[in-house]
């Protein structure tokens, strides 16, 4: 179900086109959802999840089994097999529509076009495709090399990347993966594996360091920043999440790690509730702000994102992010730093306000970061500034230092 779904999501811009062409008067919600959905999966012969003609009869049998869909059965047939009698006209004439093209809104493409011009089309062609499925061993627990042996022995075949990634082949249920329940790896996608690392490297672990994970649901990060530490090391974290039931999966990230951490259920912009009854008042050595953002950096991995998303969410989220780094700052000791991030390509969720703090917070310098990290870039010799290589979800990484 979920396949097909997807499958849907990333076609619905080609399918909502062919069917303008199709109809000239959008059918009621329901027959028109149908008749999108057999377009989506059935505009492209070679990439067709079953033989087209299947998925047209499919359609109209489940058109006439749902009240909501029946009267429109015979309508919905007449359609789908018009398509299918001039499929290739009817694609051509979609082909030099954008939204048909790049199965993304006009908005979110024009948006991309002004940010990235470079590398628009990109990050568009990667949103279509498929993430791959990306492990993080537990360092505490084995090593890339050890784990990846015990892959191959089940006929699971990965590959290293970065530090402690591996990419698996094809994905599998995480049930498969030896010792996932005892924590010897996560899922976690290579671009937000950069984070541990880059807000740890070059610290003295061996020192009791205080570090806030100030949006830490489902504590991915948290546990990476633990596990980088490594076992020896007496570093503190405090993981902050306002959403209640997703800080019950901090516990249980943890949990299932062997980890252990400060976990609290509080607003990271209202420090007065939570930091000096919790933390003493005490400033931080370093802060990870792992913002809410837009999410448009993993649209392959959730193809539903660009048509859920409305433009006006960027400058809300952009507001959002911009009180948590207001808020955190002055929690932050002299000579401390902080690592701000989102999963988003757009720039106002990322450079633009990493250089709007910059210009209102004279005690902060922009210590070497990688910037923008653009999706998909799969070492096929683009050469992108800051951008790391192998293949990697979209992100924003700006590490800020507090001066003495
Ligand atoms: C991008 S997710 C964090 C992912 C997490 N760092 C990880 O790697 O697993 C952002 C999280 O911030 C939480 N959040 C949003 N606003 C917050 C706030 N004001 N204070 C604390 N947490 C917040 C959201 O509920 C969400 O769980």
Known sequence: MQSLLFHVLRALGRAQALRRKLV???????????????????????????????????AVEAAKRNVATKAQAPFINACLRRFLRERDTLVAATD????????????????LQKDHPQHWQQILHANNGRAPMILRVNGQKSTVAQYQKALAAINIEATPVGEW??????????????????????????????????????????????????C???????????EYAGASSPLQVTALEVDVARSVRIHETLDRLGL??????ADAARPQEWWQPHCEGIPFDAILLDAPCTASGIVRRHPDVRWLRREADIAQLAVQQARLLKALWPLLRPGGRLLYCTC?????????????????????????????????IANNGEVVRDNAPGDHDGFFYALLQKME
Do not use: M
Not at 260 to 265: D, E, F, I, T, Y
Not at 350 to 373: I, M, W
């Open 96 to 111: 030099t529509d954008p939204v048909a093209r790049w199965n993304h809104p006009q908005w979110w493409i024009a948006k």
């Open 216 to 226: 830490a649901a489902p504590g991915g990060k948290t546990a990476h920043l633990l």
């Open 165 to 214: 990634g591996l990419a698996l082949q094809h994905p599998r249920p995480v049930a498969e993966l030896p010792g996932f329940a005892q924590g010897l790896v996560s899922v976690q996608d290579a671009a937000a594996q950069q984070a541990a690392p880059l807000l740890l490297r070059g610290l003295d672990l061996a020192q009791p360091l205080r570090v806030l994970d100030a």
């Open 344 to 376: 988003s390509v757009f720039r106002e969720e990322g450079d633009a306000q990493v250089q709007s703090f910059l210009a209102h917070n004279t005690d902060a310098r922009l210590l070497p970061s990688p910037g923008h990290l653009i999706p998909g």
């Open 260 to 265: 252990r951490a400060q976990v609290l259920v």
């Open 24 to 58: 000239s008067r959008t059918p009621p919600p329901p027959a028109d959802a149908l008749l999108c959905t057999a377009l989506a999966l059935a505009w492209h012969a070679d990439d067709a999840p079953y033989e087209p003609f299947t998925l047209v009869n499919q």
